[in-house]
């Protein structure tokens, strides 16, 4: 049981950065990317092919991050330039990845075993949290910079940051990248930690971050940009221990993991809808207890 939730909790961090990806679309930009499925995979493809070709594991892991650079770009530039919808750019850029990623790695499948990996000479928790804990500080910081903050305002209201004269085509360009620089940093060090890439490894990993955000910020809020990354890194890991302790029940087949990830984001994404209405029921039954209290009081003064 134990070394199942540390097993959970090491793949959670390493889905981490996924998430964060996930985080800037979804919540910073509002943008419904579906890149992620197939950016994720070019990471993991770049990586394998590098590493089995006996380049540096951190050298692989950059041009993975450059990889997904490139895809978010290439995404960012149908919807801006081209004037296709966002999520139809997604989808497109999603589709022509998964003959690049197959040009990439030559095969459906590139076996890392015996290679070395970042994970072959420190312990694998070790490193994923050191790398985690980088980035999510760097991205704090960047998101409070000049461009961070147009970023965010393209998000919230590019009619208004348009009118202060910023170029929200160029933001959302550079916000897709960096979204799917980081999804493509994950997919590489998923691949050199499970020991392989497949061309299928990215298929239901939109669904997944989404989950990991909406489940961190429902249970740890957001009410600030420290607290809202560290929610999505969180909900990565809630997540993975949630499928894990799952997976133990008897007649769940591992089969059923895509079954229990919709289970789960339905569950994250009707729960807040639920304790709205209850407080707000409850707000008002108490308001309505006033109101009938304060009348009683009005006619008892009245009759004196």
Sequence with gaps: MLSSLIGATELGLLYALMALGVYITFRILDFPDLTVDGSFTTGGAIA???????????????AAFVGGLAAGACTGLLHTKG???????????????YSINMRIMGKPNISLLGEDTLFSSVSPITIVLIIVIVFKLLLDAFLHTDLGLALRATGDNARMIRSFGANTHNTTIFGLSLSNGLVALSGALIAQQSGFADISMGIGMIVIGLASVIIGEAIFGARSVFQATLAAVLGSIIYRIVVALALRIEWLNASDLKLITAIIVIIALVLPSIQRSIKQKALTKRRTAELIASSAQMNRGGER
């Design 48 to 62: 394998a092919i590098m590493i089995a070709n006996g380049y540096s594991p951190l050298l692989a892991c950059l």
């Design 83 to 97: 004037k296709i919808n966002g999520l139809l750019s997604g989808i497109l850029m999603m589709i022509a990845l």
